[in-house]
């Protein structure tokens, strides 16, 4: 890798109460992307945004909207989601038997088309897909909660997705337990997207927004400095 990963917030970690001053925070304080992680509490157990919430906080967002949808079924909803404002749409290999057919249907609706895999996903289950996403996000913890732990055996799958999709333009997102401890390991694997939920938002808030930049610059950092010279 010869640029630092983009950093994508996870507004799972914000104040509920407060979305669009908390964006408009971490974009002004560094972040590249805005992600929103979309749970059913079905598919993992937790719930938490329908695209009305995407719709709200779209005029708030001037970076990239990067939607994570950890729903199933996904394709009734992909439509609401794009007409809500969503720059990227992501589905989980798991979420449904047709995941060709999704991935033409977030396409089709005129959004980038990313597939997340599980931690129990081998990664040769993007091979046949590699030609149809414009990223992939690899799922570092069992979905469903944010503040989970690393799980270090996927630095292997990052590797070998990284090495699987060769000089495609394709984003390898790393979402779960990001930190400054983890992320410069996401990012030598091969990892060009690193999604940070409390690691960004920790220690501050949108009436004091100082603490998300140096949350941001520690994990750039981190990254820099374990970087070969």
């Known amino acids: 890798m010869t640029q630092s990963p983009l950093i994508a917030p996870s507004i799972l970690s914000a104040d509920f109460a407060d979305f669009g001053a908390e964006i408009r925070a971490a974009e002004a304080q560094g972040a590249d992307w805005i992600h929103v992680d979309v749970m059913d509490g079905h598919f993992v ?6 695209p009305p919430l995407v719709k709200a906080i779209r005029r708030h967002v001037t ?16 439509e609401a989601f794009a007409e809500a404002g969503a720059d990227i749409l992501t589905a989980h290999v798991e979420a449904g038997p047709h995941i060709h057919r999704t991935l033409q249907a977030i396409r089709g609706a005129g959004c980038k088309a990313g597939l997340a895999l599980n931690p129990g996903t081998p990664p040769e289950a993007a091979a046949p897909l590699l030609d149809m996403v414009d990223l ?8 469903g909660f944010g ?6 055996s996927q630095l292997a799958t990052i590797r070998r997705l990284r090495e699987m999709v ?3 333009p394709i984003r390898l997102e790393i979402d779960g337990g990001v930190t400054p401890e983890t992320a410069p390991l996401a990012a030598a694997a091969g990892g060009d997207v690193l999604v940070a939920g409390s690691a960004v938002f920790r220690g501050g808030s949108a009436e004091a927004p100082d603490a998300y930049g ?10 820099a400095e374990a970087a070969p010279a």
């Open 214 to 223: 140096d949350n941001i610059r520690a994990l750039r950092a981190a990254v």
């Open 136 to 143: 992939i996000c690899v799922m570092t913890v069992n979905p």
């Open 45 to 50: 157990p937790n719930l938490t945004f329908g």
């Open 63 to 78: 970076t990239v909207m990067d939607v994570h949808l950890m729903i199933a079924p996904v394709d009734p909803y992909i």
């Open 166 to 168: 060769g000089d495609r």
């Open 147 to 152: 503040g989970q732990s690393f799980i270090r």
